[in-house]
């Protein structure tokens, strides 16, 4: 079977480093791939030059591309799309300045995924992306709520990435980032998020008393994946490029596909699990199996997880308050 995937900004920086590893397999294997790319039209001519070289890797699983200034088109009986394309944060900017710009683009887009496939899978990483995935679903109102996605995975991987350095220095062992499991980021992708470690394991026992430094977690950890993507901005004068792309890949391949048991995080509709309000598109441990996702179950969550998630919740219940405010939900 031929998937038919959109991939919206594609000549953007994500784009670019996304589009090659799609159509290498990343995602998909050995079934062949058509790619649709949208862009804004003063974008088109770029974009002609990223499809010259997609065309120069003679991918042996790329069967199509086309690209393309509509919606319309672009959306036209696709089995997923990835929503990258908006205005990235500028140094000194905060998320919630581009929620009016975004939430344009977001409306149209919402509207014209009445096109694609009924199964669509959609993953917005453009930000702010929690709020821009609430804005297409709401304009996508055929589309079941639960095939609207936002990409937090890329602040899961941060996590890994600090806890197994961490976890390294602490035993003196080396641990990679495989062996640690159960992390969980919950809320906004931005600076409230709350990345979670209180039911993280590595090699059968609790992380955070391996660790055995809460200060550290709560004065460090958190903060410093927090606060990751302004970091990355202030270093390269661009947001994160690569390391989002690459993230983008893992949620798509993942929600295809399957965990294999182990949590990940995804941004999805709420429907009031854990006192999150209902109808948010919040983050959350997930396991995926078959094709879909299930939000993990059961856990306890204690004084300091719970006031981290209510704060990054208020956050969300804002933008959504803003988005409302501007007509564009
Ligand atoms: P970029 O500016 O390099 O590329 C964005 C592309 O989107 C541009 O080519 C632009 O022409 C295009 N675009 C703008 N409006 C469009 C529209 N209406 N339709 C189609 N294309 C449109 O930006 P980038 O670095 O690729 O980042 C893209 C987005 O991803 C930004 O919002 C950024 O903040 C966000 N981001 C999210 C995460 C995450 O973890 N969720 C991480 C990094 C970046
Ligand atoms: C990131 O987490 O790297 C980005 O979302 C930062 C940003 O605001 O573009």
């Known amino acids: 079977m031929t998937r038919t995937i959109a991939v919206t900004g594609a000549a953007g920086q994500i ?47 790329l069967e199509a591309v086309e690209i393309t200034d509509d919606p319309a088109t672009a959306f036209d009986g696709v089995d997923a799309a990835l929503l990258i394309g908006s205005m990235p944060r500028k140094k000194g900017m905060e998320r919630a300045d581009l929620l009016q710009k975004n939430g344009e683009i977001f409306s149209t887009q919402g509207r014209a995924l009445v096109n694609a496939a009924d199964h669509v899978k959609v993953v917005v990483t453009g930000n702010p992306a929690n709020t821009n995935a609430l804005i297409a679903s709401h304009h996508a109102p055929d589309i079941p709520k639960t095939q609207f996605t936002a990409l937090t995975r890329l ?18 062992e080396p641990v990679y980032v495989q062996d640690i499991e159960q992390v969980a980021i919950w809320g906004n992708h931005s600076a409230t998020q709350y990345p979670d470690i209180s ?37 390269r004068g661009a947001s994160s490029a690569a390391s989002a792309a690459h993230a983008t890949l893992e949620h798509l391949r993942d929600w295809e596909h399957g965990s294999s048991g182990r ?54 219940q804002a933008e959504r308050d803003t988005a409302q405010d501007l007509g564009v939900l």
Not at 25 to 36: A, K, N, S, T
């Open 15 to 61: 784009g670019y480093s996304l589009l090659f590893r799609l159509a290498a397999g990343f995602v998909y294997g050995d079934e062949p791939i058509r790619l649709r790319l949208l862009e804004v039209p003063q974008a088109l001519q770029a974009l002609e030059g990223v499809v010259m070289e997609l065309d120069d890797c003679a991918f042996t699983r």
């Open 155 to 172: 602040d899961h991987n941060r996590a890994l990435s600090q806890l197994a350095a961490k976890a390294t220095e602490v035993t003196g």
């Open 199 to 235: 039911h993280a394991r590595l090699a059968g026992r609790s992380l955070a008393e391996v660790i055995g430094d809460e200060a550290w977690v709560a004065d460090e950890f958190v903060p410093t994946v927090a606060k990751r993507g302004a970091a990355i901005i202030a270093a």
């Open 263 to 316: 949590w990940v995080s995804m941004a999805v509709h709420s429907q009031g699990e854990y006192d999150v309000p209902a109808g948010l598109v919040s983050s959350f441990p997930v396991v995926c199996t078959g094709g879909s996702y299930e939000i993990v179950t059961g856990l306890e969550i204690g004084a300091f997880s719970r006031q981290r998630i209510d704060a990054s919740v208020a956050e969300l």
